[in-house]
Protein backbone atom coordinates (compact mmCIF):
# COMPACT_ATOMS: atom_id res chain seq x y z
CA UNK A 1 0.00 0.00 0.00
CA UNK A 2 2.70 2.47 0.29
CA UNK A 3 3.21 2.41 -3.15
CA UNK A 4 -0.09 3.69 -3.19
CA UNK A 5 0.47 6.97 -2.00
CA UNK A 6 3.92 7.78 -3.74
CA UNK A 7 2.22 10.47 -6.03
CA UNK A 8 4.88 11.67 -8.68
CA UNK A 9 4.67 15.23 -8.88
CA UNK A 10 4.09 16.80 -12.65
CA UNK A 11 5.87 20.04 -13.33
CA UNK A 12 4.46 22.98 -15.70
CA UNK A 13 7.18 25.44 -17.11
CA UNK A 14 7.00 28.45 -15.66
CA UNK A 15 5.72 30.53 -18.83
CA UNK A 16 2.50 32.52 -17.61
CA UNK A 17 0.38 30.31 -19.27
CA UNK A 18 -1.59 26.80 -18.43
CA UNK A 19 -2.95 23.94 -20.99
CA UNK A 20 -7.06 24.30 -20.74
CA UNK A 21 -8.81 21.16 -21.08
CA UNK A 22 -5.94 18.99 -21.60
CA UNK A 23 -5.54 15.81 -21.01
CA UNK A 24 -8.31 14.42 -18.90
CA UNK A 25 -10.57 13.23 -21.64
CA UNK A 26 -7.28 12.53 -24.64
CA UNK A 27 -8.14 16.45 -26.05
CA UNK A 28 -4.84 18.73 -27.46
CA UNK A 29 -4.01 21.14 -25.22
CA UNK A 30 -5.15 25.14 -25.54
CA UNK A 31 -2.75 27.61 -23.85
CA UNK A 32 -4.79 29.95 -21.78
CA UNK A 33 -3.80 33.32 -19.92
CA UNK A 34 -3.36 32.35 -16.00
CA UNK A 35 -6.99 33.39 -14.46
CA UNK A 36 -6.60 36.28 -12.45
CA UNK A 37 -7.14 34.91 -8.32
CA UNK A 38 -10.59 35.17 -7.16
CA UNK A 39 -10.63 38.57 -4.96
CA UNK A 40 -14.13 38.81 -4.96
CA UNK A 41 -13.73 36.09 -2.02
CA UNK A 42 -11.45 36.11 1.11
CA UNK A 43 -7.95 36.08 1.24
CA UNK A 44 -5.86 32.41 0.96
CA UNK A 45 -4.73 32.55 4.48
CA UNK A 46 -7.30 34.11 7.22
CA UNK A 47 -6.51 36.97 9.56
CA UNK A 48 -5.11 35.45 12.86
CA UNK A 49 -3.70 31.96 11.28
CA UNK A 50 -0.67 30.11 12.71
CA UNK A 51 2.12 30.24 10.96
CA UNK A 52 3.06 26.87 11.86
CA UNK A 53 0.71 23.64 11.76
CA UNK A 54 0.51 20.20 11.29
CA UNK A 55 -2.09 19.90 9.40
CA UNK A 56 -4.96 22.07 7.95
CA UNK A 57 -8.63 21.46 7.58
CA UNK A 58 -10.68 24.15 5.03
CA UNK A 59 -14.26 23.95 5.12
CA UNK A 60 -15.35 25.86 2.69
CA UNK A 61 -19.25 27.85 3.34
CA UNK A 62 -20.12 27.24 -0.34
CA UNK A 63 -23.78 26.15 0.42
CA UNK A 64 -25.45 22.56 1.69
CA UNK A 65 -22.67 20.43 0.80
CA UNK A 66 -19.27 18.92 1.40
CA UNK A 67 -16.26 20.78 -0.03
CA UNK A 68 -12.86 20.37 2.13
CA UNK A 69 -9.03 21.44 1.54
CA UNK A 70 -6.93 19.25 3.76
CA UNK A 71 -3.30 20.81 4.19
CA UNK A 72 0.04 18.97 5.46
CA UNK A 73 3.03 20.95 5.92
CA UNK A 74 6.25 19.14 3.91
CA UNK A 75 9.49 20.45 4.99
CA UNK A 76 11.62 21.08 2.14
CA UNK A 77 8.64 20.47 -0.64
CA UNK A 78 5.26 22.22 -1.13
CA UNK A 79 2.51 21.58 1.06
CA UNK A 80 0.64 18.03 0.65
CA UNK A 81 -2.97 19.25 -0.83
CA UNK A 82 -5.50 16.74 -0.07
CA UNK A 83 -8.94 17.84 -1.75
CA UNK A 84 -12.52 15.91 -0.32
CA UNK A 85 -15.49 16.36 -2.04
CA UNK A 86 -16.72 19.44 -3.75
CA UNK A 87 -20.58 19.96 -4.47
CA UNK A 88 -23.33 21.45 -3.09
CA UNK A 89 -27.16 21.74 -3.54
CA UNK A 90 -28.96 24.76 -5.12
CA UNK A 91 -26.02 26.28 -5.97
CA UNK A 92 -25.22 27.85 -9.58
CA UNK A 93 -21.89 27.65 -11.96
CA UNK A 94 -20.79 30.90 -10.93
CA UNK A 95 -20.89 30.25 -7.71
CA UNK A 96 -19.05 27.06 -7.25
CA UNK A 97 -16.64 28.33 -10.34
CA UNK A 98 -15.64 30.76 -7.33
CA UNK A 99 -15.25 28.51 -5.09
CA UNK A 100 -12.99 26.79 -6.67
CA UNK A 101 -11.19 29.73 -8.12
CA UNK A 102 -10.56 29.97 -4.23
CA UNK A 103 -8.80 26.27 -4.01
CA UNK A 104 -6.82 27.19 -6.73
CA UNK A 105 -5.28 30.34 -5.48
CA UNK A 106 -4.97 28.79 -1.94
CA UNK A 107 -3.06 25.51 -3.67
CA UNK A 108 -0.89 27.92 -5.97
CA UNK A 109 -0.41 30.81 -2.84
CA UNK A 110 2.09 32.77 -4.36
CA UNK A 111 2.95 31.00 -7.25
CA UNK A 112 2.12 33.33 -10.30
CA UNK A 113 2.67 30.64 -12.77
CA UNK A 114 1.88 26.61 -13.34
CA UNK A 115 -0.86 24.86 -12.01
CA UNK A 116 -2.49 24.46 -8.75
CA UNK A 117 -1.38 21.11 -7.30
CA UNK A 118 -3.58 18.59 -5.85
CA UNK A 119 -1.57 15.85 -5.00
CA UNK A 120 -4.97 13.57 -3.98
CA UNK A 121 -8.55 14.40 -5.02
CA UNK A 122 -11.01 12.21 -3.15
CA UNK A 123 -14.64 11.85 -3.99
CA UNK A 124 -16.74 9.82 -1.71
CA UNK A 125 -19.77 8.74 -3.20
CA UNK A 126 -22.06 9.25 -6.14
CA UNK A 127 -24.71 12.38 -4.67
CA UNK A 128 -24.88 16.08 -6.04
CA UNK A 129 -24.15 17.87 -3.00
CA UNK A 130 -20.79 16.32 -2.90
CA UNK A 131 -19.77 16.18 -6.27
CA UNK A 132 -21.37 18.94 -7.81
CA UNK A 133 -18.32 21.02 -8.27
CA UNK A 134 -16.50 18.57 -10.59
CA UNK A 135 -19.45 19.26 -13.55
CA UNK A 136 -19.70 23.18 -12.53
CA UNK A 137 -16.29 24.26 -12.44
CA UNK A 138 -14.95 21.45 -14.80
CA UNK A 139 -13.09 24.45 -16.72
CA UNK A 140 -11.23 25.29 -13.81
CA UNK A 141 -10.33 21.80 -13.03
CA UNK A 142 -9.35 21.12 -16.33
CA UNK A 143 -7.25 24.33 -16.68
CA UNK A 144 -5.88 25.29 -13.62
CA UNK A 145 -5.13 22.30 -11.56
CA UNK A 146 -2.89 18.95 -11.59
CA UNK A 147 -4.67 16.06 -10.11
CA UNK A 148 -1.80 13.81 -8.26
CA UNK A 149 -4.35 10.87 -7.68
CA UNK A 150 -7.91 10.46 -7.14
CA UNK A 151 -9.00 8.38 -4.66
CA UNK A 152 -12.56 6.43 -4.86
CA UNK A 153 -14.05 3.85 -2.42
CA UNK A 154 -14.46 0.55 -4.23
CA UNK A 155 -17.67 0.78 -4.84
CA UNK A 156 -17.74 3.09 -7.57
CA UNK A 157 -15.01 -0.22 -9.04
CA UNK A 158 -17.69 -1.36 -12.15
CA UNK A 159 -14.96 -3.87 -12.72
CA UNK A 160 -15.91 -5.86 -9.93
CA UNK A 161 -18.97 -8.16 -10.80
CA UNK A 162 -21.02 -7.15 -7.11
CA UNK A 163 -20.76 -3.53 -7.78
CA UNK A 164 -21.93 -3.70 -11.62
CA UNK A 165 -25.04 -5.74 -10.06
CA UNK A 166 -25.88 -2.83 -7.36
CA UNK A 167 -25.46 0.05 -9.88
CA UNK A 168 -27.55 -1.75 -12.75
CA UNK A 169 -30.25 -2.47 -9.70
CA UNK A 170 -29.85 0.80 -8.56
CA UNK A 171 -30.41 2.19 -12.41
CA UNK A 172 -33.52 0.53 -12.59
CA UNK A 173 -34.79 1.64 -9.45
CA UNK A 174 -34.52 5.28 -10.45
CA UNK A 175 -35.99 4.76 -13.74
CA UNK A 176 -39.11 3.45 -12.51
CA UNK A 177 -39.43 5.91 -9.92
CA UNK A 178 -39.02 8.77 -12.46
CA UNK A 179 -41.95 7.20 -14.96
CA UNK A 180 -43.83 6.82 -12.00
CA UNK A 181 -43.36 10.74 -11.40
CA UNK A 182 -45.03 11.22 -14.84
CA UNK A 183 -47.42 8.14 -14.65
CA UNK A 184 -51.48 8.89 -13.48
CA UNK A 185 -51.15 7.09 -9.86
CA UNK A 186 -48.84 10.19 -9.64
CA UNK A 187 -51.02 12.65 -9.94
CA UNK A 188 -53.73 11.29 -8.52
CA UNK A 189 -51.82 10.41 -5.12
CA UNK A 190 -49.59 13.49 -5.37
CA UNK A 191 -49.07 12.95 -1.21
CA UNK A 192 -47.21 9.56 -1.66
CA UNK A 193 -45.00 10.99 -3.76
CA UNK A 194 -43.83 13.94 -1.49
CA UNK A 195 -39.89 14.47 -1.83
CA UNK A 196 -39.77 11.88 -4.64
CA UNK A 197 -38.22 14.14 -6.89
CA UNK A 198 -35.96 16.04 -4.31
CA UNK A 199 -34.48 12.61 -3.78
CA UNK A 200 -33.59 11.70 -7.19
CA UNK A 201 -32.26 15.20 -7.80
CA UNK A 202 -29.50 13.72 -6.12
CA UNK A 203 -27.84 11.85 -8.32
CA UNK A 204 -29.86 13.09 -11.60
CA UNK A 205 -29.91 16.24 -13.51
CA UNK A 206 -29.98 19.48 -12.26
CA UNK A 207 -30.33 22.23 -14.74
CA UNK A 208 -30.81 25.06 -13.16
CA UNK A 209 -27.37 24.45 -11.62
CA UNK A 210 -25.71 23.55 -14.84
CA UNK A 211 -24.47 20.69 -12.65
CA UNK A 212 -25.53 18.09 -14.94
CA UNK A 213 -25.18 14.45 -13.92
CA UNK A 214 -23.73 13.67 -10.84
CA UNK A 215 -22.73 10.27 -12.82
CA UNK A 216 -20.35 12.67 -15.52
CA UNK A 217 -18.35 13.87 -12.26
CA UNK A 218 -17.69 10.36 -11.04
CA UNK A 219 -16.52 9.61 -14.75
CA UNK A 220 -14.72 12.96 -14.76
CA UNK A 221 -13.17 12.13 -11.71
CA UNK A 222 -12.09 8.59 -12.83
CA UNK A 223 -10.57 10.11 -15.67
CA UNK A 224 -8.72 12.72 -14.06
CA UNK A 225 -7.24 9.50 -11.58
CA UNK A 226 -6.17 7.55 -15.73
CA UNK A 227 -4.72 10.61 -16.38
CA UNK A 228 -2.54 11.14 -13.53
CA UNK A 229 -1.50 7.48 -13.29
CA UNK A 230 -2.85 7.02 -9.87
CA UNK A 231 -7.00 5.73 -9.38
CA UNK A 232 -7.62 4.29 -6.59
CA UNK A 233 -10.22 2.08 -5.22
CA UNK A 234 -9.85 2.36 -1.79
CA UNK A 235 -11.46 -0.24 0.60
CA UNK A 236 -11.93 -1.33 4.29
CA UNK A 237 -9.31 -4.53 3.57
CA UNK A 238 -6.80 -2.09 2.94
CA UNK A 239 -3.83 -2.15 4.79
CA UNK A 240 -2.64 1.95 6.64
CA UNK A 241 -0.46 3.50 3.99
CA UNK A 242 1.59 6.81 4.30
CA UNK A 243 1.07 10.03 2.28
CA UNK A 244 4.23 10.60 -0.01
CA UNK A 245 6.86 13.05 2.02
CA UNK A 246 4.50 13.89 4.94
CA UNK A 247 6.58 12.58 7.73
CA UNK A 248 4.58 10.82 10.34
CA UNK A 249 1.09 10.53 8.70
CA UNK A 250 -0.96 7.29 8.41
CA UNK A 251 -4.11 6.87 6.28
CA UNK A 252 -7.01 4.13 7.21
CA UNK A 253 -9.88 3.24 5.27
CA UNK A 254 -13.07 2.49 6.90
CA UNK A 255 -15.90 2.76 4.92
CA UNK A 256 -17.33 1.21 2.45
CA UNK A 257 -18.38 -1.33 4.24
CA UNK A 258 -17.49 -5.18 2.51
CA UNK A 259 -20.13 -6.91 4.46
CA UNK A 260 -23.48 -6.32 1.79
CA UNK A 261 -25.91 -6.24 4.73
CA UNK A 262 -24.11 -3.45 5.96
CA UNK A 263 -23.81 -2.05 2.70
CA UNK A 264 -27.26 -1.50 2.46
CA UNK A 265 -27.74 -1.09 6.16
CA UNK A 266 -29.24 2.65 6.55
CA UNK A 267 -32.22 1.85 8.67
CA UNK A 268 -33.40 2.93 11.59
CA UNK A 269 -35.27 0.73 13.75
CA UNK A 270 -37.55 0.90 17.34
CA UNK A 271 -34.58 -1.27 19.05
CA UNK A 272 -31.80 0.41 18.02
CA UNK A 273 -33.33 3.62 19.77
CA UNK A 274 -33.85 1.60 23.06
CA UNK A 275 -30.14 0.43 22.27
CA UNK A 276 -28.81 3.41 22.33
CA UNK A 277 -27.43 2.89 18.59
CA UNK A 278 -28.31 6.27 17.42
CA UNK A 279 -29.46 9.49 19.09
CA UNK A 280 -32.74 9.39 17.04
CA UNK A 281 -36.01 7.62 15.54
CA UNK A 282 -36.70 6.87 12.15
CA UNK A 283 -39.22 4.62 11.22
CA UNK A 284 -38.96 2.78 7.84
CA UNK A 285 -40.14 0.14 5.68
CA UNK A 286 -39.68 -1.58 2.91
CA UNK A 287 -40.02 -0.30 -0.42
CA UNK A 288 -42.54 -1.59 -2.47
CA UNK A 289 -40.75 -2.29 -5.86
CA UNK A 290 -44.20 -4.73 -6.77
CA UNK A 291 -46.50 -1.23 -6.34
CA UNK A 292 -43.73 0.46 -8.31
CA UNK A 293 -43.87 -1.84 -11.12
CA UNK A 294 -47.73 -1.25 -10.98
CA UNK A 295 -47.68 2.04 -10.98
CA UNK A 296 -45.54 2.57 -14.22
CA UNK A 297 -47.08 -0.54 -16.51
CA UNK A 298 -48.13 0.27 -20.01
CA UNK A 299 -51.75 0.69 -19.33
CA UNK A 300 -53.39 3.77 -21.10
CA UNK A 301 -55.44 5.21 -17.45
CA UNK A 302 -56.31 4.37 -14.03
CA UNK A 303 -58.99 2.23 -15.06
CA UNK A 304 -56.38 -0.78 -15.20
CA UNK A 305 -56.53 -3.15 -12.21
CA UNK A 306 -53.18 -2.34 -11.95
CA UNK A 307 -53.78 1.19 -10.37
CA UNK A 308 -56.01 -0.12 -7.58
CA UNK A 309 -55.12 -1.42 -4.17
CA UNK A 310 -57.92 -4.41 -4.59
CA UNK A 311 -58.28 -6.96 -7.73
CA UNK A 312 -61.66 -6.52 -9.64
CA UNK A 313 -63.70 -8.96 -7.91
CA UNK A 314 -63.25 -6.98 -4.19
CA UNK A 315 -64.55 -3.97 -5.75
CA UNK A 316 -68.13 -2.10 -6.23
CA UNK A 317 -68.19 0.15 -9.35
CA UNK A 318 -70.56 2.61 -9.46
CA UNK A 319 -70.82 2.79 -12.84
CA UNK A 320 -73.16 0.00 -12.46
CA UNK A 321 -76.41 0.89 -10.70
CA UNK A 322 -77.82 -2.78 -9.75
CA UNK A 323 -74.40 -3.17 -7.54
CA UNK A 324 -73.99 -0.02 -6.03
CA UNK A 325 -77.15 1.58 -5.64
CA UNK A 326 -77.49 -0.13 -2.07
CA UNK A 327 -74.93 1.21 -0.31
CA UNK A 328 -74.63 5.00 -2.74
CA UNK A 329 -76.76 6.72 0.22
CA UNK A 330 -73.72 5.16 3.00
CA UNK A 331 -70.76 6.20 0.68
CA UNK A 332 -71.90 10.21 0.19
CA UNK A 333 -71.93 9.96 3.84
CA UNK A 334 -68.54 8.89 4.42
CA UNK A 335 -66.43 7.68 1.89
CA UNK A 336 -66.96 10.82 -0.47
CA UNK A 337 -67.36 13.47 2.60
CA UNK A 338 -64.33 15.78 2.19
CA UNK A 339 -63.30 15.83 6.05
CA UNK A 340 -63.05 11.58 6.07
CA UNK A 341 -61.06 11.68 2.81
CA UNK A 342 -57.89 10.74 5.74
CA UNK A 343 -59.71 7.59 6.17
CA UNK A 344 -59.58 6.94 2.27
CA UNK A 345 -56.89 3.87 1.55
CA UNK A 346 -56.84 4.00 -2.28
CA UNK A 347 -53.80 5.36 -2.65
CA UNK A 348 -51.70 4.17 0.26
CA UNK A 349 -49.95 1.52 -1.44
CA UNK A 350 -48.28 4.03 -3.33
CA UNK A 351 -46.47 4.96 -0.37
CA UNK A 352 -43.80 2.84 -0.67
CA UNK A 353 -42.56 5.32 -3.38
CA UNK A 354 -41.11 7.59 -1.29
CA UNK A 355 -39.35 4.94 1.16
CA UNK A 356 -37.84 3.89 -2.12
CA UNK A 357 -36.39 7.08 -2.75
CA UNK A 358 -35.13 7.35 0.62
CA UNK A 359 -33.87 3.93 0.58
CA UNK A 360 -31.85 4.46 -2.71
CA UNK A 361 -30.13 7.92 -1.37
CA UNK A 362 -29.57 6.03 2.27
CA UNK A 363 -28.10 3.23 0.34
CA UNK A 364 -25.58 5.37 -1.64
CA UNK A 365 -24.71 7.28 1.79
CA UNK A 366 -23.68 3.83 2.87
CA UNK A 367 -21.09 3.89 -0.46
CA UNK A 368 -19.24 6.81 1.44
CA UNK A 369 -15.40 6.62 1.05
CA UNK A 370 -14.68 7.19 5.28
CA UNK A 371 -10.79 8.18 5.58
CA UNK A 372 -9.05 8.49 9.48
CA UNK A 373 -5.64 10.36 9.02
CA UNK A 374 -3.27 9.26 11.95
CA UNK A 375 -0.43 11.18 13.22
CA UNK A 376 1.73 8.42 14.22
CA UNK A 377 3.55 10.39 17.20
CA UNK A 378 1.09 12.02 18.89
CA UNK A 379 -2.17 9.59 17.53
CA UNK A 380 -3.99 12.57 17.05
CA UNK A 381 -6.77 11.43 14.14
CA UNK A 382 -8.36 13.29 11.86
CA UNK A 383 -12.01 11.87 10.68
CA UNK A 384 -14.00 11.89 7.75
CA UNK A 385 -16.96 10.07 7.29
CA UNK A 386 -18.79 11.82 4.62
CA UNK A 387 -22.15 10.73 4.65
CA UNK A 388 -21.80 6.86 6.28
CA UNK A 389 -25.41 5.89 7.86
CA UNK A 390 -25.96 3.05 9.90
CA UNK A 391 -24.78 0.12 8.32
CA UNK A 392 -21.14 1.41 7.62
CA UNK A 393 -20.79 2.48 11.34
CA UNK A 394 -21.72 -0.89 12.63
CA UNK A 395 -19.12 -2.33 10.50
CA UNK A 396 -16.63 -0.97 11.97
CA UNK A 397 -16.91 -2.94 15.38
CA UNK A 398 -15.29 -5.85 13.40
CA UNK A 399 -12.84 -4.18 11.82
CA UNK A 400 -8.86 -4.63 12.10
CA UNK A 401 -6.08 -3.24 10.71
CA UNK A 402 -2.48 -4.71 10.45
CA UNK A 403 0.00 -1.77 11.36
CA UNK A 404 3.76 -2.35 10.98
CA UNK A 405 5.55 -2.92 14.21
CA UNK A 406 2.34 -3.73 16.14
CA UNK A 407 1.73 -7.09 17.46
CA UNK A 408 -1.69 -6.94 18.02
CA UNK A 409 -4.18 -5.67 14.87
CA UNK A 410 -5.23 -2.22 15.85
CA UNK A 411 -9.15 -2.25 15.67
CA UNK A 412 -11.56 1.24 13.92
CA UNK A 413 -12.63 2.01 17.09
CA UNK A 414 -9.18 2.34 18.66
CA UNK A 415 -9.22 5.36 15.98
CA UNK A 416 -12.16 6.96 16.90
CA UNK A 417 -11.41 7.18 20.50
CA UNK A 418 -7.98 9.16 19.36
CA UNK A 419 -10.18 11.49 17.15
CA UNK A 420 -9.33 14.97 17.41
CA UNK A 421 -11.30 16.10 14.37
CA UNK A 422 -14.58 14.95 13.19
CA UNK A 423 -16.11 15.60 10.09
CA UNK A 424 -19.84 15.41 11.11
CA UNK A 425 -21.87 12.77 8.70
CA UNK A 426 -24.46 14.12 6.57
CA UNK A 427 -24.91 17.32 7.47
CA UNK A 428 -25.08 16.19 11.16
CA UNK A 429 -28.53 14.51 9.92
CA UNK A 430 -30.04 11.94 12.62
CA UNK A 431 -28.87 8.53 11.59
CA UNK A 432 -25.15 9.18 10.29
CA UNK A 433 -23.54 9.24 13.58
CA UNK A 434 -24.08 6.54 15.65
CA UNK A 435 -23.87 7.32 19.30
CA UNK A 436 -22.85 3.53 20.66
CA UNK A 437 -19.88 2.30 18.68
CA UNK A 438 -19.82 6.18 17.06
CA UNK A 439 -19.30 9.32 18.86
CA UNK A 440 -19.68 7.84 22.51
CA UNK A 441 -16.33 6.71 21.57
CA UNK A 442 -15.07 10.25 20.86
CA UNK A 443 -13.28 10.51 24.41
CA UNK A 444 -10.51 13.29 23.37
CA UNK A 445 -10.85 16.23 25.50
CA UNK A 446 -9.77 18.18 22.77
CA UNK A 447 -12.69 17.38 19.83
CA UNK A 448 -13.69 19.58 17.50
CA UNK A 449 -16.58 18.91 14.95
CA UNK A 450 -17.20 20.74 12.27
CA UNK A 451 -20.92 20.39 9.78
CA UNK A 452 -21.04 21.54 6.39
CA UNK A 453 -24.30 23.16 6.63
CA UNK A 454 -26.59 25.85 5.15
CA UNK A 455 -29.60 25.15 7.22
CA UNK A 456 -32.14 27.54 4.87
CA UNK A 457 -31.29 25.53 1.63
CA UNK A 458 -32.18 22.36 4.29
CA UNK A 459 -35.14 23.97 5.25
CA UNK A 460 -36.19 24.39 1.41
CA UNK A 461 -36.00 20.48 0.66
CA UNK A 462 -38.72 18.38 0.19
CA UNK A 463 -42.00 19.12 1.49
CA UNK A 464 -41.71 19.33 5.26
CA UNK A 465 -37.86 20.55 4.90
CA UNK A 466 -35.20 18.62 6.35
CA UNK A 467 -34.22 18.82 10.20
CA UNK A 468 -30.97 19.46 10.02
CA UNK A 469 -28.78 19.62 12.92
CA UNK A 470 -30.67 16.94 14.07
CA UNK A 471 -31.12 18.45 18.02
CA UNK A 472 -30.43 15.31 20.18
CA UNK A 473 -27.51 14.53 17.80
CA UNK A 474 -26.16 18.57 17.83
CA UNK A 475 -26.83 18.75 21.61
CA UNK A 476 -24.67 15.81 22.02
CA UNK A 477 -22.01 16.97 19.87
CA UNK A 478 -22.05 19.61 22.04
CA UNK A 479 -21.52 17.71 24.96
CA UNK A 480 -18.41 16.00 23.60
CA UNK A 481 -16.49 18.53 21.89
CA UNK A 482 -17.59 21.04 25.21
CA UNK A 483 -19.15 23.14 22.93
CA UNK A 484 -16.48 23.39 19.79
CA UNK A 485 -18.87 22.60 17.03
CA UNK A 486 -18.69 24.38 13.68
CA UNK A 487 -20.94 24.79 11.31
CA UNK A 488 -20.20 25.84 8.17
CA UNK A 489 -23.67 27.92 7.87
CA UNK A 490 -22.56 31.71 7.22
CA UNK A 491 -25.10 33.10 9.30
CA UNK A 492 -23.22 30.78 12.09
CA UNK A 493 -20.68 32.48 14.55
CA UNK A 494 -17.83 30.83 16.15
CA UNK A 495 -18.32 29.82 19.48
CA UNK A 496 -15.90 31.12 21.43
CA UNK A 497 -14.92 27.64 22.61
CA UNK A 498 -13.96 27.22 19.16
CA UNK A 499 -11.84 30.66 18.64
CA UNK A 500 -10.05 28.94 21.83
CA UNK A 501 -9.16 25.61 20.00
CA UNK A 502 -7.63 27.56 16.92
CA UNK A 503 -10.74 27.37 14.51
CA UNK A 504 -10.40 30.39 12.35
CA UNK A 505 -13.41 31.76 9.93
CA UNK A 506 -14.02 34.33 7.20
CA UNK A 507 -16.94 34.55 5.25
CA UNK A 508 -15.74 32.08 2.61
CA UNK A 509 -14.38 29.22 4.84
CA UNK A 510 -13.38 28.09 8.71
CA UNK A 511 -9.71 26.95 9.24
CA UNK A 512 -9.25 23.98 11.86
CA UNK A 513 -5.40 23.88 12.92
CA UNK A 514 -3.85 20.58 14.02
CA UNK A 515 -0.79 22.72 16.16
Known sequence: ????????????????????????????????????????????????????????????????????????????????QILIDCGALARDKQSMARIVEHIRDTVRNDKANGKARLDVVVGTHEHKDHLSGFNQARQVFNDDFDFGAVWLGWTENLTKPEIKKIKETRKRAIAKLQAALAS?????????????????????????????????????????????????????????????????????????????????????????????VIYHLSR????????????VSDSTGMDSDRHHPFSAEHRIPREIPYYFAGIQGFVTETYDDPDQDWRRIDN?????????ALDLDNDTNNTSLV???????????????????????????????????????????????????????HHCSHNATLKNGGLELMTRDDLVAFIPLDQATAKKQGTKGWE????????????????????????????????????????????????
Open 184 to 276: PAAKAAAASFDGVAELLNFSQDDDTTGAGKVADALEYLKLRGKDAGDLQYLEPSDQPFDLHGVDGVRVYVLGPPRDPVMLKGSEVTEQMRRDG
Open 348 to 356: DWLNAFGQL
Open 468 to 515: MPAPPLFKALQEKTANRVVISDVAEDLTPEAVKAGVVATGTYIDYFLA
Open 284 to 295: MGEAGMDALSAA
Open 371 to 425: LAFEFQKTRDILLFVADAQVGSWQSWSKLEFKVPGRERPLSAHDLLGRTVFYKVG
Open 1 to 80: MLAKAKLKRKRTAATGQVAARSSARGEKPVPRAIAPPATALDPVVAPGSPKKFRARVRMYRHGLGDCFLITFPRDGKDPF
